[in-house]
């Protein structure tokens, strides 16, 4: 073997290994910065009771509360800044709070990994005498009496969905009647 063959033979292997390095190193930075999917099952959510407040403007407006379970091993931060509350139709779609009831802002919270967070929801959805309901407000309203509010003046509403980046948590509105 000449010197001039053993010099070609050592150049082709060295590119043919630089080129394979480079091509496992782009398909791995390319798997890493492709649109994941959001996680749907790290947190999971429960609707436990609404309640009245009186917001800012002297109105009252409902108030939802929600135990969030993480079931990941590691600590979820629901942040204000990246995630978007939408409401969820009954038909399935979702549209965004702030096309209904104008700017919102979210509570931030951790929830620790493998435990449960009580998370309380602001939608400021109104609390007042309408035409169109067959339920009326009450001074000081039961929470089946809030839940037939919903039920019968909001009966588009089927929930509400959190998303980030990576991240969405339904969270069901319990509107179905109860069962006696």
Sequence with gaps: MTLKRLFVITAAIAFGGTAGVAAVIG???WWAERPKPRDTAAIRSHYEKAF???DKDNERVLELRYALRNTTKRDVDIGAIGTTLYVQRRDGSLQDVKNII???KLDE???PAGETI???LHPKIPYEVRKDCKVQTADDPTK???EEFLRSCFDWLSGFVL???DLRIDMPFASE???N
Excluded: D, R
Aim: aromatic content about 12%.
């Design 27 to 29: 398909a791995w930075m």
């Design 52 to 54: 009245t407040e009186t």
């Design 109 to 111: 919270a951790k929830v």
């Design 144 to 146: 089946e009496q809030l």
């Design 102 to 104: 104008g700017n919102y």
């Design 177 to 179: 009647k109860p069962k």
């Design 118 to 120: 009580l998370y309380m």
């Design 163 to 165: 998303m980030s980046a």
